[in-house]
């Protein structure tokens, strides 16, 4: 199957939740996958940093790859690093779907998305909170995903900035159908509905699954919540 396909898989249906590996337990791999495909999830979102893009260091290709045996969902890989042009073959072939990079790790993004929608990979471009929607403008017909982060990318656990929403309500406005929006940080019980409210698809959620006794609770409380009125 065309891994863009999972594109149209995630655009159907209600808002999808995103569960972000960062917290999880990496000792016990593929049982959190498991517990997350029972609670019902519709991808993984696995967040790769490098220490220079942003001042936290995470993990690269061999967890994806571990993750890729591991499972069947979509694999959306958040590339927070420097030079993401150089490695988004590399994450191709270790099984991601969609690939998503920072606007502003780049001079111009435009290039980087054609050569990950040429992979056959779903072409994501994120923003950090003080980044104008206007910056990515010009990139968004080559988007297949836009990722409006809600905290400053680098770490798990901050608190949600409300300039997230008037971006998604302005990307709302500016992206077509094809084009998913996400949100990233600080997502939980209190902000999660004003998120789908905006216009976020998929909802990238790490403490308030992973911090939770029960992943499968957290997953239904949330979907819920997201849910359209
Ligand atoms: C932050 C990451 C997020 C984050 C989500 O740079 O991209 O995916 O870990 O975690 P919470 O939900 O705890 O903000
Ligand atoms: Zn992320």
Known sequence: MSRRRHLVDLRQGPPAILPSLLLCDFGNLEREIRQLEEAGVRALHLDVMDGRFVKNLTYGMPIVEACRRLTDLPLDVHLMIEQPQDYVKQ?????ADIITMHAEAVDSP???????????CGAGLAINPETP???IEDSLPLCDLVLVMSVKAGFGGQSFQTVALEKLRQLKDLVGEETLLAVDGGVNDGTIHDCQAAGAQLLVVGSAIFREASYRDAVRK???LALPV
């Open 222 to 224: 949330l979907t819920d």
């Open 110 to 120: 435009s290039g980087v998305l054609s050569q990950i929608r040429e992979l056959d």
């Open 133 to 135: 929607v206007e910056l």
């Open 91 to 95: 994450f191709h072939n270790a099984g």
